[in-house]
């Protein structure tokens, strides 16, 4: 075998890979999420709606404190989703979806992120009531909830080995790759160098443990996203005579009343449902890993929390994006897509800054993704290893080996694999949902009832589901 034979046997194995991944996100895993979402919120009595008032009282309280000791607060764990959340594509991906379907996508991203912040609640709420101790605070996860609750193993160690492959390596890697372009293209920064800065500003952040990257977190993804809604607003003002047409136009589209870019009504819901569940990670399992490091006096707390990252990453930040590239205009009028449309189009609002501006926006969005990823990362290899050393070459393997590859390689084959890996653990998480649901649904009984009769911070004790008050630490 030559090297054209292992070239052209890579390239079908990238090309397989990839069909699996279409094929698993379009006709499974979407109606899936889709099913789970809508049940989830009958269930729950709709409290995505009727709560949001609850979750904002929420985000301005902080248990940082438990024993005393201190742990990572409610507020840092909520960073810490968002930071992986929100990464490149909340700027990229909503320019695809724009392009592929339409500014009608955009309402059907919209709508996803209110049916997916239900399902959110419940991994996360399940994520804390399954916690467990650890050296440094708690640890938990969708691993945690499958074996404690579910008690399959098998299934755990599954879910585990999936999402260390998926975030802690390869889509790190992915993440390092955007900002390098971002910075080449900006600034025209030699991408091996900014690897090497990356690599090592990652590594000192992940070796700090837990404690630093809630810190880092905390600091940096509101930073990023006031940033990001300032710009928006700045463009919103300056083109304030065509917002209300551009609403008109995303409804219009929507229903496929208006085609003017993308394809027809099929294209515009199918962009808008990936784009969204794609953003905001909810169902996919990624979250529970972080929100169970918080400490709370009740598991609902942290799911309503959640729930409103949720609203934050698709219903604020992915719109900031939509509003750019629909104000611009240009998604008819060119070939650009992804990345390059997002910057074009700030630049046709605010001049050659635009580039720079969305570089700089890259380089917090993927780099607080990198270390919120890591950490995903670490929770799983924890579950599946006590030994120490493991977990510190993990860290070098993700916070330093994949970022520098990132930097310079060429990621269609890691996108690929990431994307079935990310499939498969998805059907993992939503299958420990079917099967544990319930509990979701009796902490948040349990909360509204405290709230009700006048509690401000309700408390969660082991007794309100007693069939399974040995297998939690409540």
Not at 221 to 248: E, K
Request: hydrophobic share 50%; aromatic share 12%; proline share 2%.
């Amino acid at each position: 075998m030559d090297i054209n034979d292992i070239f052209s046997a890579s390239g079908q194995l990238c090309r397989g890979i990839a069909g699996v991944s279409d094929f698993l996100w379009t006709y499974v895993l979407i109606a899936a999420l889709l099913c789970c979402g809508l049940y989830f919120t009958v269930r729950t009595g709709f409290m995505q709606f009727r709560m949001v008032g609850e979750m904002f009282r929420l985000l301005t309280r902080s248990g940082a404190k438990h024993d005393g000791k201190h742990y990572v607060s409610s507020f840092q764990a909520f960073t810490m989703s968002l930071g992986s959340a929100v990464g490149t594509g909340n700027l990229a991906g909503v320019a695809t979806a724009i392009t592929i379907g339409g500014p009608g996508s955009v309402f059907w991203m919209w709508v996803i992120a209110l049916i997916g912040a239900s399902t959110s609640f419940v991994e996360t709420s399940l994520a804390q009531l399954f916690k467990r101790r650890s050296d440094d605070g708690f640890i938990g996860g969708p691993a945690y909830y499958i074996l404690y609750g579910l008690r399959k193993r098998w299934l755990a160690a599954t879910f585990a080995v999936l999402m260390t492959i998926t975030f802690g390596l390869s889509y790190n890697s992915i993440q390092s790759n955007t900002i390098c372009a971002a910075m080449d293209g900006a600034f025209g920064l030699n991408r091996a160098i900014v690897g090497a800065v990356l690599a090592l500003l990652a590594s000192v952040i992940v070796f700090g443990g837990i404690k630093r990257i809630a810190h880092a977190c905390s600091v940096m993804v509101p930073f990023m996203a006031i940033g990001y809604i300032v710009v928006t607003v700045l463009v919103l003002v300056i083109n304030y005579d065509q917002i209300p047409g551009m609403f008109v136009l995303i409804v219009k589209s929507a229903f496929g009343v208006e085609q003017v870019s993308g394809g027809a009504l099929g294209m515009a819901v199918l962009a808008g449902v990936k784009r969204g569940l794609f953003s905001n990670e909810a169902g996919e399992g990624s979250a529970p890993n972080v929100a169970a490091t918080a400490s709370v006096s009740h598991p609902a707390k942290q799911g309503l929390m959640q729930s409103l990252a949720v609203f934050t990453d698709t219903l604020v930040v992915c719109t900031c994006t939509a509003f750019i590239i629909l104000l611009s205009g240009l998604y008819t009028t060119t070939d650009l897509n992804g990345i390059e449309l997002t910057q074009s189009a700030l630049n046709h609002h605010v001049g050659n800054a635009g580039t720079v501006l969305i570089a700089v926006a890259i380089f917090f969005f993927a780099f607080s993704s990198i270390i919120a990823n890591y950490y995903y990362g670490e929770a799983n290899i924890r579950f599946l290893t006590k030994k120490r050393w493991v977990v510190d070459v993990f860290r070098l393997l993700s916070g330093a080996v994949m970022v520098m590859f990132g930097a310079v390689a060429s990621l269609d084959i890691v996108w690929n694999i990431g994307d079935v890996c990310m499939a498969l653990l998805t059907i993992c998480n939503l299958v420990a949902l079917a099967g544990l649901c319930r509990y979701a649904f009796i902490l948040l009984k349990d909360y509204r009832s405290q709230r009700k009769s006048g509690e401000s911070e309700p408390v969660f004790r082991g007794e309100t589901i007693p069939e399974i008050k040995d297998e939690i630490v409540w």
